[in-house]
């Protein structure tokens, strides 16, 4: 990989490690904006592309682009080159070819955002899927339901950016299948929806059974898993499952309602009932990310606390929970991980 730069103390090298230059693709909101700050607070010179108004953290230089616009990409990247380039926003597999053609020569490793969706059936077969089952998974047809058709065509493209991104050893590519991701100012509307219906009206219903389960990330986690990617080269490149511990969904709504200090309470499987953000019982083997990786990922009720409380502070106040008279739990948009 290029080095460059200076040398300083990384939590997960040995000793000194070159301080690195970071390209991410889509650093401004949401996880994205974590692994931007958690890069640029290690020392690391970062920077961030996005197409939006909503500029950089401080410590990371931001530049306006849209990365469908490949010209423009061209314009943006030129002359520089990047020790490692996180892509968190490509979502088709012309993107992809687009940036990587373009990275060539120039990028140490591609660390491409991808998700649990690319198993496609084999999420379906009620037990936990490890990457050894992603080649044999090519069909979709069981996949509705759990998840919705716009769900399925998101799962079927970024499961093509995944394989350019893979054939391209020259960019030693780390991708990075993850779960659902839950955490605060998350824009889709997914981790505000629990908080939200039990904050307004102090319990929740869910179609769910008690004994099905939740499989999560938190956000807050992820800047330190990207940053290890970018720190240690002796990862090696491959496709890695990102996921936490299982959990109930009985147990899983006890930390939220406790969390909030509600009065109602928890209906689960209950005909008719909301299905809830997240579907239940898709389950990733995150084996092969805990041999290779040192980072840790909390089990929700580590973290699940503090983003209800996050939430409910905030409802009404913001876009993400504003009340237009629909139930917080139909925040499934079809489209994000």
């Known amino acids: 990989m290029l080095q460059t730069g200076t040398l300083g103390h990384g939590v997960f090298g040995h000793g000194v490690f070159g301080m690195k230059d970071v390209l991410v693709i889509g650093g401004t909101r949401f996880f994205g904006r974590r692994v931007v700050e958690d890069l640029a607070a290690a020392g690391h010179r970062v920077v961030a592309i996005s197409r939006g108004n909503r500029p950089c953290l401080a410590g990371a230089e931001w530049l306006r682009c849209d990365r469908k616009d490949r010209a423009a990409l061209a314009g943006c990247l030129s002359g520089r080159s990047f020790d490692a380039v996180i892509d968190n926003i490509c979502y088709q597999p012309e993107e992809a070819r687009a940036v990587l053609e373009l990275l060539g020569g120039r990028c140490g490793r591609y660390i491409l955002t991808s998700t649990v969706m690319t198993y496609l059936d084999a999420l379906t077969g009620g037990r936990p899927v490890g990457e050894e089952d992603w080649a044999a998974s090519t069909g979709c047809v069981r996949m509705c339901p759990p998840y919705l058709p716009g769900e399925v065509a998101y799962a079927t493209a970024k499961?093509?950016?995944?394989?350019?991104a893979l054939a391209r050893a020259d960019l030693s590519p780390i991708v990075f299948r993850l779960h659902n991701v839950v955490g605060e100012d998350d824009f889709s509307g997914k981790s505000a929806a629990i908080p939200l219906e039990i904050h307004r009206t102090g319990g929740v219903r869910l179609k769910a059974r008690p004994d099905d389960t939740y499989?999560?990330?938190?956000?807050?986690d992820l800047g330190r898993v990207y940053r290890e990617a970018v720190e240690r080269d002796d990862i090696p490149a491959a496709a890695y499952n990102v996921a936490g511990a299982r959990t109930s969904v009985a147990d899983y709504l006890s930390?939220?309602?406790?969390?909030?200090?509600a009065k109602g309470k928890a209906v689960l499987g209950e005909p008719g009932a909301p299905d809830g953000p997240y579907p239940v019982n898709v389950s990733l083997d995150d084996a092969l990310f805990r041999r290779a990786?040192?980072?840790r990922l909390a089990a929700p009720a580590e973290f699940l606390p503090a983003v209800c409380r996050w939430y409910a502070a905030r409802d009404g106040t913001s876009p993400l929970s504003a009340r237009d008279g629909t139930s917080p739990l139909s925040a499934r948009d079809g489209t994000s991980p």
């Open 159 to 164: 499961r093509a950016c995944e394989t350019e």
């Open 215 to 220: 499989q999560q990330v938190y956000a807050g």
């Open 255 to 261: 930390v939220a309602m406790t969390a909030l200090e």
């Open 293 to 295: 990786f040192r980072s």
